[in-house]
Nanobody, 129 residues
Framework: QVQLVESGGGSVQPGGSLRLSCAASGRTFSSAAMHWFRQAPGKEREFVSG????????YYSDSVKGRFTISRDNAKNTVYLQMNSLKPEDTAVYYC??????????????????????WGQGTQVTVSS
């Protein structure tokens, strides 16, 4: 059973920064691509960013490109999301998710993540003055 535990959320003023962490256990961490999603009140969950198992390939949604950076430390079984220049519209619960090892994890044509199999419990990020 894969377990994902997010941390690092909180409240920050517009223009501020936060770094989210997601600690994984239960499978060989480097074998699986990882994603970050978010869900704002009253909205559907949306893809934020994804990273390959090696960390060599990353994808971002247009809304966060240039402001957020995804990374991973396979020795620590942890994936990170560095969020800079935060805006009120970034307010949401942020979730990390793993993908099935060996499966295609992102579709370039549709710009959508694929084969997500486990989710964390989420961490709240609030951007407000």
């Amino acid at each position: 059973q894969v377990q994902l535990v997010e941390s690092g959320g909180g409240s920050v003023q517009p223009g501020g920064s936060l770094r989210l962490s997601c600690a994984a256990s239960g499978r060989t961490f480097s074998s699986a691509a990882m994603h970050w999603f978010r869900q704002a009140p009253g909205k559907e969950r949306e893809f934020v960013s994804g990273i390959s198992g090696s960390g060599g390939t990353t994808y971002y949604s247009d809304s966060v490109k240039g402001r957020f950076t995804i990374s991973r430390d396979n020795a620590k079984n942890t994936v990170y999301l560095q969020m800079n220049s935060l805006k009120p519209e970034d307010t949401a619960v942020y979730y990390c998710a793993s993908t099935r090892p060996g499966k295609t994890w992102y579709d370039l044509n549709s710009q959508r993540p694929l084969n997500v199999d486990y989710w964390g419990q989420g961490t709240q990020v609030t951007v407000s003055s």
